[in-house]
């Protein structure tokens, strides 16, 4: 089956809608993110200029089943549509990047242009989360040999939204396991052991948990997965956590230099960017600019350039300047 990635460029008229429709379905609907006929309306005039009523939607809906596509509707679940099976489902896509990274047979962007169409036959849900997930190849240290099914499973059920209930060592008994649900939100590898910070099923309190001690993990369907907004989760409670790193992402970027460094800065990035004078002739500059753009200039300026925040960017640009002492040191220069 094709995953037809960029196909929307050609479709602007109403022979291509069932296309498009399917297109819509696996970009935008899961189990957890149901679409309705006026929702899809909205989607297809929005990315593909198509205008269409809710006639067309049902007949293109009826298409996709006719030739094998498996929908649930709005007669199945009483909310909706939404694609039901995939080329790959959430746990096999994460078992496939696993492949692809690990595997001595293919080049570096033959690995990104693979692991890319795994990606894409995702919804963008799912995509978010995949993109997050620890994968064997980022791991330093050798880890228990059940790692790789505990990751499967946790990384599982963040892609799918759902909870997850596992034994724990009582925090008043260590020798006492109790039975826990969690709400899993991302997985976090920290000198050699393995983490999962979430939220406690219904409580939304955030946690964090060391996945060597969590035995039976299995998914729970019958308890509501909390989708809770991602700025609860306080990367500052865990001084190993930090946010994701998106080298694409623009986002405030706090630095402090001198003053003459600072009219320097706002001419390099014009955009988004205020100044706020400070004590001793220095300045506190506040700009927006995707991560990587922002790494490039600090690790060039290193001696006049003090990065603030954001912490996580803060850990990326000690992490670059560390690997690359540590390559200097190894060559003796």
Known sequence: MLFLSSYNYYMRDKKSSPLATYLILRDYSDESHILTQ???????????GITLDRRTIYRNIELLQEYGCKVST???NKKGYYLKQRVFSPDEAYLACNLIRTTPYLSAS???RVEQEVFQSQSTYTRKELARAIYLNTLTQELPPDTLRKMRTINGAIASRKVISFDYPNKQNKKEYLRRFCSPYQLIHYRGKLFLTGFKSLENVPVCLEVSKMLNIRRDNTIPYECPDESMMDYDVYPFASKP???AEREETVMRCSREKGEEIVEFFPHETTVEQL?????L???K???EVALKYLLENLQEVEL???KHLRNELISRIAAAYMLYSKQGI
């Open 245 to 247: 790193f998106n080298s």
């Open 285 to 287: 500059i506040r700009t």
């Open 308 to 310: 603030i925040a954001p």
């Open 279 to 283: 004590e001793n002739d220095n300045v």
């Open 38 to 48: 006026n929702e899809i309306a909205e989607i297809m005039e929005r990315d593909y």
């Open 289 to 291: 600019v995707q991560n």
């Open 110 to 112: 033959d690995k990104k």
């Open 74 to 76: 709005y007669e199945e």
